[in-house]
Every structure is written in C-alpha cells, then in structure tokens.
C-alpha cells in the first residue's frame, strides 16, 4: 500500500497529557474530513481514502494513543478507556479545526466507537457536521462476534475475549499469520495485497497496547451515547464482517437520531477501508458534498484513480 503524498505533521496533546500523532492533507480551507481509525490499526489504514480525498478535501487524520506513531498513554491504567478516547478525538478536533469550522468525522471500528464516546463532547457538537460509522458497534463485542465458529452464549463469549485479548506476540507477517488474520477479519473474496497491508498494519501494534484495548473493547458500552450523536451519520458494514457483525449497524441505524442510510457490502470482511476503498470513500464524499457544500470531486471527469495518482505526482511521491 503506497502511501499518500505530504503531509504537514502536528503533535497534539490530550486532556491526560498524551501525545497524539497527526497528519493533515489537502488545501487550507478546503471542505474538512476527520479520519479515526481502529483497534490496531494507523493512518496507514486510510491510504486510500486520504489519497482520493485530499485532492478536494483537506484530510485530517490521528493515530490513536499508543497506535502507529502515538505512544503509549501517560497512565497505563486510566489512559485506556473510552473516555480517552473521547478526549483524544475532542483534542484533534480543537487543535486542527478553526473555531466553528465543520468536519465530517468518519470512524472505522474503534474510531466509530470513539466518535459514539465523544458524541456529548463540546468539541463534537461544534464542529461535526455528519458522520460515518464504519464497520463498529456500541456494545456486547465479544458476545456478537463470529470469529469463533460456535453457538452464542458463554463458551463462544469467553474464547473469543480469550483470543482477541490474547497477551502472546503476533510475531513477523506470515502466510499463516496472514491467513489467520484474513478468516477473521477480511471477507473471504480479499485480494492478497490488502491482506498482506492490513496484516503489516495490524502486526506493528505494540503488543502491551493491543492487549490494553482488548480489554476496554470487551466491556465497551455506548449505546446511550448514540442516542446523543445528533448530526446526520451514515452506517456502512461488510455482510461478512465477523468482528462487529451487521447486527451492530443494523442497530445503529435504527438507533440513531438521524441515520441517513445503511450501507451493507456484500462479501466484504471488517476491514472496508482497505477492502472496498472506493465504496468507503464515496460514502465520505457524499457525507462533505450534502452537509458541507464540498464539490464532488469523482464527478468533474476524472476519476478517484486519476486524481490519485496526480496527487502523487504533485507530491513528488
């Protein structure tokens, strides 16, 4: 996965003093786009999405606390928590955004469950305009989960927070690793390359922050929370997603006070960013173009591939 271009770095500081990675992209003034990723994940994640947004967008996006280039939170205990990253969310909102200025955040996993966390948060209210939750759910992760083909109830509960919480070292990327990593997490249809990013993403995650947030996912709950994400947001969800099943967006969506749609992509696994990149991006554009007035940059003839790698060229990439 090539990356996408130049990015002007900044490091924000979070209300418990951590530090966050960000990288910002596109022309000043431009319609806004936040970007949170998921548990084990990095910007790197949003490649795709970044290289066709930036264009006509200007592309905000973190590493959350202890992921990619963010370190470990000051305090390893109290620093993981759902709050935190509410307040890691709200603090890459004030640092980045002018006063007023709007933003569509979009959120893939646990960057959806943060967006859910932060939905009371000032920060939010003021400068989210709409939202999209991708591939995530609220509540009750390890219970819903289908990484382990059983019956629900307790036995399937508890081996799952065994395995997804596990203390053990992923090791190098392998072809076993990679297959392991593709059963429960990509839709069956992957194509090699994507498997092989996403394992290389998901593989530098920091064994002690992998196992930290493990444990605030399996007793995550912000359902309450949803009822109070008041912007418009979009839910989009693999049919084949064994993380955050489509029972979780199909919940969302009726949850929420003003869905404007569900999206669910056939075949495709938990990772949408990276298995259907055009279908996630279309979603973001369409999100900018309604509630931020963004001109539609896939619709001026030239396409999402063409303004890639323009963008790249330009970049000197």
Known sequence: M???GAATVLTVTSADGS?????VYGPEGAPAVVLAHGWTCSIRFWDAQIRALAVDHRVIAYDQRGHGRSPEPVDRV??????ALADDLEAV????LRPGER??????????MTIMAAARRPAVRQHAAAALLCSTGPSRLTAEALVVPLRPGRVRTRLTRSILGAKAPLGPVTPVSKRILKYATMGPGSAPERVDACARIVHACPRGVRYGWSRVLAGLDVEADVRELRVPVAVLVGTADRLTPPRHSRALAAA???CTGLVELAGMGHMTP???PEAVTAQIRELTLTYLGAKDGSRDGTSPEEISEGQKEEAGA
């Open 78 to 83: 109290t620093g993981y928590s759902a709050e």
């Open 93 to 96: 909102l004030a640092a980045t």
């Open 2 to 4: 090539s990356g996408p």
């Open 256 to 258: 929420l006070p003003h």
């Open 274 to 276: 990276v298995e259907a």
């Open 19 to 23: 530090s966050l990675h960000v990288e």
């Open 103 to 112: 933003a569509v955040l979009a959120g893939h996993s646990m960057g959806g």
